[in-house]
């Protein structure tokens, strides 16, 4: 039987590593060496390499396992390609950090008794809290901007009219789980909605505090759900490779309402969230479902 070219074996010797990184919870517990490379490769000494941690450098593998450079760099490519090491442009190479999908029902805005949620604000935190894991929000970033594409044609204002914009971050279990920006209509504010400017927290939801301050009252809501490539800011929060490799979800969510001023049913509210497709699933229910919380799925 040919052996493997040695690329093969040190980048088998490597993804061994990574494997036994995951299964290990953590570097105080480091099992035996296991077996090292196959092939023409020397007998580097082998550890766990865990989710998240950095490889040593080209030269330093190629010291280890007394190949060439180019032999070295054709390994990582090898693992690149697999999906299980990334590079970051000025720090190195590391283990890709694999995550548990969490599902977001997107069904219908958080029921108790349903078990559904909205994927936004205050049902998508009760959503995690249900699934027993931990969500934190950070306190929203309130400004405003002037509305234009997709922004001024979902809540039909006119170019350049004025929106306030309410932005957070948000993590589950500590790992960055999405971004999300809430735009309303900036006559809100002059018309008694005051809270809309404020950089806190509106405890009760946008939704609730709306319909009482101003008589608006969701009525329902219009999701349409896109991908596309991560930008620079996306890239660094979440941590993704700037390869593009992992895109993005976004969710554009736009609500509707009636009030005592509008004729119809309105727009009042875009809600934009974006979800990293490595760590994200969405379910969608329809009619009767018994399972109260539909799980992930391994695809």
């Known amino acids: 039987m040919p052996v493997d070219p040695m690329y093969r074996s040190i980048a088998e010797d490597l993804r061994a590593r990574i494997e036994l990184g995951r299964t290990w919870p ?12 196959q092939g023409e490769s020397s007998a580097p000494p082998t550890s766990p390499l865990f989710p998240g941690s950095q490889l040593p450098t080209e030269l ?3 010291d280890s396992y007394n190949a060439s450079r180019n032999t070295i760099r054709d390994a990582l490519k090898l693992l690149i390609g697999r999906g299980l090491i990334e590079t970051r442009p000025g720090q190195g190479t590391f283990v890709v950090e694999k ?4 599902m977001t029902t997107l069904s219908s805005d958080w029921q108790e008794d349903s078990g559904l949620g909205g994927g936004e604000g205050h049902a998508a935190l009760a959503e995690v809290k249900a699934r027993h894991r931990t969500a934190d ?8 901007k002037k509305a234009s594409g997709y922004v001024a044609d979902r809540l039909q204002v006119s170019e350049g009219a004025s929106v306030i914009s309410r932005h957070q971050e948000r993590s589950i279990d500590g790992q960055r789980w999405s971004l999300q920006t809430s735009y309303y209509p900036f006559e809100f504010a002059t018309r008694g909605a005051a809270k809309l400017l404020e950089p806190t927290n509106i405890d009760e939801g946008t939704v609730t505090y709306l ?12 999701d349409l759900i896109a991908v596309r490539a991560p930008d620079e800011n996306e890239i660094k929060f979440f941590r993704l490779p700037d390869d593009s490799r992992i895109p993005v979800f976004v969710l554009l969510r736009t609500g509707f309402a009636r009030g005592p001023d509008t004729d119809g049913v309105r727009p009042f509210r875009l809600t934009e969230s974006v979800f990293p497709c490595d760590r994200n699933q969405f379910v969608i229910n329809a009619g009767e479902v018994p399972d109260r919380l539909g799980s992930a799925a391994d695809v």
Do not use: C, W
């Not at 953590?26 to 490379?37: C, M, V």
């Not at 929000?137 to 405003?144: H, K």
């Open 137 to 144: 929000a950070s306190d929203p970033q309130v400004g405003t």
């Open 211 to 222: 319909a009482r301050t101003l008589g608006l009252k969701q009525v329902g809501y219009r």
């Open 26 to 37: 953590t570097e105080a517990a480091i099992p035996p060496d296991p077996p090292s490379a």
């Open 60 to 62: 330093e593998l190629r």
């Open 99 to 102: 995550f548990e999908p969490f």
